[in-house]
């Protein structure tokens, strides 16, 4: 597996990384698979698809309080090893009916504390703010930031950054923070600017929803994101470690091998 730095400064990652959204959440969510409920994998299954994951390269991990049980599950399969790259957010809360967002410099440090308590670490490797779509007022005023930027320098996090949801924004987080977490499919390719710029200035850049959920699964989603000039790593997410393998083989293939 073909591993890039993310940003100047940060950890080296596989460009595939792994999305854990249904590790532990299965309402309130708009994935392929017609109208069958979504159904958490078990603990094994859970630990099968982390083994392959491992086996195949994949070393980053995404996840956020947002994905129910998805950081506490990680914290009991990840163990104490320290070869995983954890990458959680904050800001993002969601009870199992709807989210609920607090930006604020004290509910981002909650956050934090208990993001490193669910996943039994003392340092998380990067934290996003979870953005509810009002990115650029979340950058200029929410102390959110501010308060990350404390947690770097107090040793509790390696990276800060956004998962955005506009081009602006995105654009203010790659000035400000150290990586972004962006949407880019051959259908959604607004974030080409952010992604652009972030290379200009060496940040990192993650890709979110590059299958467009499951809607357009196709090797060249996979293969249009990896070989997109500034992107660090492909978040994909998926609960089967078959899919996993296949999109394994198709990154494989596509990946250019310099380092990006
Ligand atoms: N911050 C945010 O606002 C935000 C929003 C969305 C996502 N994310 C992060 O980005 C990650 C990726 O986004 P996403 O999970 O929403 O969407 P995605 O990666 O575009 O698609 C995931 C869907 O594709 C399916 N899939 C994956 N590989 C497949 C394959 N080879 N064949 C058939 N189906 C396949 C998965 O189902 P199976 O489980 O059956 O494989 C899952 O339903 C998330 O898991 C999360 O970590 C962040």
């Not at 506490?72 to 800001?91: M, N, P, Q």
């Not at 669910?118 to 509810?132: K, N």
Request: some cysteine; aromatic content about 4%.
């Amino acid at each position: 597996m073909q591993m890039r730095r993310l940003g100047t400064n940060g950890p080296l990652v596989s460009v595939l990384g792994l999305g854990t959204v249904k590790l532990g959440r299965t309402t309130g969510v708009k994935y392929a698979g017609g109208p069958a409920p979504l159904v958490v994998p078990t603990d094994g299954e859970a630990r099968a698809l982390l083994d392959a994951a491992r086996e195949l390269g994949i070393n980053l991990i995404d996840t956020a309080p947002a994905y129910g049980t998805s950081e506490e599950r990680l914290g009991s399969l990840l163990g104490k090893s320290t070869d995983w790259i954890v990458c959680t957010k904050a800001g993002e809360e969601f009870d199992g009916d709807r989210s609920r967002y607090d930006f604020s410099a004290q509910a981002v440090r909650r956050s934090v504390e208990r993001s490193l308590r669910r996943l039994r670490r003392e340092r998380v490797d990067v934290v996003l703010i979870h953005s509810d779509g009002r990115d650029a007022e979340i950058l200029e005023r929410s102390g959110a930031p501010e308060e990350l930027e404390r947690l770097r320098k107090s040793g509790l996090i390696g990276q800060i950054g956004m998962s955005t949801k506009t081009v602006g924004g995105g654009l203010a987080a790659v000035e400000r923070l150290d990586v972004v977490m962006v949407t880019l499919n051959p259908r959604e390719t607004a974030d080409l600017a952010v992604i652009a710029r972030a290379k200009e200035l060496g940040k990192g850049v993650l890709i979110k929803k590059a299958l467009a959920q499951g809607h357009a699964v196709t090797g060249a989603g996979l293969e249009f994101a990896v070989n997109t000039l500034g992107v660090t790593s492909v978040v994909v997410g998926t609960i089967s470690p078959e899919h996993l393998r296949e999109n394994v083989s198709a990154i494989r293939a596509a990946a250019c091998p310099e380092s990006f």
